[in-house]
């Protein structure tokens, strides 16, 4: 199995180490903050789909071929679904804590807005350490810790992180649903159960989704990657 993976925003290439170790295998990640001045819909063309045909040139026939995104990282993935060639370059996407897109323009607009007031506190001198604060003060967080380590992972992105609120923000996002609904490869969507909003989305997309099978992962909120590695290692696997 080889696995290419996206991380969250705010977050890092590291962010994946724990779910690696448990896995028992490398995965291949994508900084997302190295592409953050690409168009949300550039990225999939741009980035993803030329290093997974470097991956599938080099994997054995038989081998899988993984698209793993969290967060902001499967919102970047979803795109994959458009192309012509998904079943080519890769045998499976799976989405974690992933919302497949806004219903209607207001709430475009409004999400649009709260996004760019974000980009513009990162982009000001405000110290990034209140800034975080308030990140994690929001409702979607309420079940998980603030990680230790996020100050010191977003200081050198903080530019970057700034210029992704306003470029990929849910906002600007098509709705996916219905290329969820027509997938032509297996996808999996995966939700804490303590993340009542994206366990939602993802039993309600499964409803109507025949290729699209829905994990809930109990006692856990929105940030998997972090509170249950194992068990999300456990899902790739299969």
């Not at 724990?18 to 741009?46: M, T, Y």
């Not at 991956?55 to 698209?67: D, I, N, T």
């Not at 939602?200 to 997309?205: E, H, I, N, P, R």
Request: proline content about 5%; hydrophobic content about 45%.
């Amino acid at each position: 199995m080889r696995i290419l993976a996206l991380h969250g925003n705010l977050g890092s290439v590291n962010d994946w180490d724990a779910v690696e170790s448990a896995l028992g295998c490398p995965i291949d990640r994508i900084n997302l903050w190295e592409h953050s001045e690409l168009a949300l819909d550039q990225f999939a063309a741009a980035v993803l789909v030329p290093e997974l045909q470097k991956l599938r040139a080099s994997v054995v026939p038989e081998e899988k071929l993984l698209v793993v995104g969290y967060s902001l990282g499967g919102r970047l993935a979803l795109p994959l679904l458009l192309q012509s060639d998904v079943e080519s370059l890769l045998d499976s996407l799976i989405l974690v804590s992933t919302h497949p897109g806004l219903t209607n323009d207001r709430e475009r607009e409004l999400r649009l807005g709260s996004d760019q007031n974000w980009a513009g506190r990162f982009r000001s001198a405000e110290p990034l350490e209140h800034i975080l604060a308030d990140w994690n003060d929001q409702a979607v967080f309420e079940a998980d810790q603030l990680p230790e380590c996020q100050l010191a992972l977003a200081s050198p992105y903080r530019h970057e992180i700034g210029q992704a609120f306003d470029n990929w923000s849910l906002g600007r996002q098509r709705d996916f649903r219905r290329a969820l609904a027509e997938a032509t490869i297996p996808v999996v969507m995966v939700a804490g159960e303590k993340d009542r909003k994206f366990a939602d989305l993802g039993k309600q997309v499964a409803a109507v989704a025949p290729n699209l099978q829905f994990s809930l992962i109990k006692q856990v909120g929105h940030r998997i990657l972090i509170r249950a590695p194992e068990l999300l290692a456990q899902i790739m696997e299969q």
